[in-house]
């Protein structure tokens, strides 16, 4: 991450300010109209911002707050206001989240962020075998094609699981002349159950995305396709390994976006109980969307007070609508 992203994050709320701030001082100079003009036409986006975000329980479940709580509680107030303010900060135009509850939840999300200027006109709700933690995607830009897979499943021996949350699939306009084919996905928990192994449940997962991936691909080599969420593994694990794909096939390798923070960090996962850091956050990028991907203005955003929000950190990616020339 460059301190230029840093600075343009903290300070884009003011630029609005200062805009008139200059144009007060060039005024007396001649040179105001010019200057309000420029102000009040700003140029065409030339990039979009994508956060995925694992939002820790934004739902209705049985948890305990001291002596309050029981089950149906909603995710405290004060972590939802600083998931929100999380996500002011950002300012992204497409926002793909983990661990949303009902299609109630999203609004109330929705809801909150459009009251501090956040407008997501567009949306995409979907689940797998999970009921109760769901995946969600809200755009400003148009949703064009609707492929969200919500009933696969696998076997581990004679017993048959559904993929927990699914696999969110939109295409979305977010330029004329560039479409992005975006995968979000929340895969099985480290959490063991009783059921099946839970990195055999995993890893089972990770290979039907393999094989949707490859399905995408296949079809049509040139989509730009983003795979984004949480994965519950690091990086050097089989299922994160399946899903790149093989660089023999180049077609269908996809890249994984290498993402740093301000201090150079590259965790996303916090776990408190064992104080265990852990990258399970990625971006993964297909050939034809590798040359927008602008890394230098891309990050994993943090703050001193992450954890009031969730046990993730928002991971951020800016794509340009013009790709990189070949040198």
């Excluded at 209705?60 to 405290?76: C, H, I, N, Y």
């Excluded at 755009?139 to 021996?157: C, D, F, N, V």
């Excluded at 201090?263 to 990258?279: K, P």
Aim: glycine share 6%.
């Amino acid at each position: 991450m460059t301190m230029s992203s840093v600075i343009s994050l903290r300070l884009s709320p003011w630029r609005p300010v200062l805009a008139r701030v200059a144009i007060a001082f060039l005024v007396p100079w001649g040179l105001g109209k010019a200057a309000e003009d420029k102000a009040e036409k700003p140029s065409a986006p030339d990039h979009a911002i994508l956060c995925s975000y694992n939002l820790k329980n934004w739902l209705r479940m049985d948890r305990r707050l001291g002596s309050v709580g029981g089950a149906e509680t909603p995710k405290p107030e004060k972590e939802k206001n600083a998931v929100v303010q999380t996500l002011v900060a950002i300012d992204a135009d497409v926002l793909g989240v983990c661990e949303i509850g009902s299609e109630a939840d999203l609004k109330d999300l929705q809801t909150r962020l459009a009251a501090e200027g956040l407008v997501y006109p567009h949306s995409e709700h979907t689940h797998g075998g999970d009921p109760h933690r769901m995946l969600a995607l809200l755009s400003r830009y148009p949703i064009t094609e609707r492929h969200s897979q919500t009933a696969l499943t696998y076997l581990i021996g004679e017993q048959r699981f559904p993929v927990n949350r699914g696999f969110l699939d939109v295409t979305i306009q977010v330029a004329p002349a560039l479409a992005l084919r975006c995968v979000g996905v929340h895969l099985k928990s480290k959490r063991e159950v009783t059921e099946a192994d839970q990195a055999l449940m995993r890893r089972n997962e990770a290979h039907l995305l393999r094989l949707h991936i490859e399905g995408i691909l296949q079809a049509d080599p040139t989509t730009k396709v983003l795979l984004y969420g949480d994965f519950n593994e690091n990086r050097q694990e089989p299922p994160i390994a399946e899903i790149l794909g093989t660089a023999a096939d180049p077609p269908k390798h996809l890249t994984d976006v290498f993402l740093r923070d301000a201090n150079g960090e590259v965790w996303t996962h916090f776990w408190d109980y064992q104080d265990v850091y852990s990258r399970f956050d990625y971006f993964f990028v297909s050939p034809a969307l590798r040359p927008h991907v602008n890394t230098r203005e891309s990050m994993i955003y943090t703050s001193r007070d992450f954890a009031e929000a969730s046990d993730h950190r928002p991971i951020v990616l800016r794509v340009d609508f013009a790709a990189k020339k070949k040198r």
